[in-house]
């Protein structure tokens, strides 16, 4: 190597993301996601009016009916075996009015933490690395949208 050609770096800068080139993801809506262990699947207002709007329902009535109010907000009820209440033969019956939580998966900040992370992800979940790409600025607005709603 001569001094004027330039080395390229081994590693990526500490600034760039892991992902970089960014990450495949298309939703097979096999309901993998909504159903184990019990959790929280966290509901803003405006997703409460959507998801009552979608339904049918006065808000007040889907609120008693789908909600539990936590310490810190309102998440949706679950069956008695930890899926969601929504879950329907494995398909998602609100899919088209879901909660941002719902919305933004698999983009949680949990699954980007780490190579490793995401190859988990794929490895339970049959949309993981498959599909269409989305960009590091896709990936982005979607994690930013889940930290307001959330």
């Known amino acids: 190597m001569t001094t004027t050609e330039k080395r390229k770096p081994r590693h990526k800068k ?3 993301k892991w992902y970089s080139d960014g990450l495949r993801f298309a939703c097979r809506k096999c ?8 959790g929280y699947v966290w509901v803003t207002p405006p997703d409460m009016e959507k998801i009552a709007r979608h339904l049918g329902m006065k808000l007040d009535d889907f609120t008693g009916k789908y909600l539990r109010r936590t310490g810190s907000g309102h998440s949706l009820r679950e ?3 930890g899926n969601c209440i929504f879950l329907n033969q494995n398909t998602c019956s609100i899919y088209r009015a879901r909660p941002a939580q719902c919305r933004t998966w698999p983009f949680w900040k949990s699954n980007l933490s780490s190579p490793e992370a995401w ?3 794929c490895n339970a979940c049959p ?3 498959q599909g269409r790409r989305y960009s ?3 990936i982005h607005r979607i994690v930013i949208k889940q930290k307001i709603c959330l």
């Open 31 to 38: 309901g993998g996601c909504c159903t184990g262990e019990p």
């Open 136 to 138: 590091v600025p896709e």
């Open 119 to 121: 190859d988990k992800l």
């Open 14 to 16: 500490t600034s760039e």
């Open 127 to 129: 949309g993981g690395g």
């Open 79 to 81: 069956l008695p075996n």
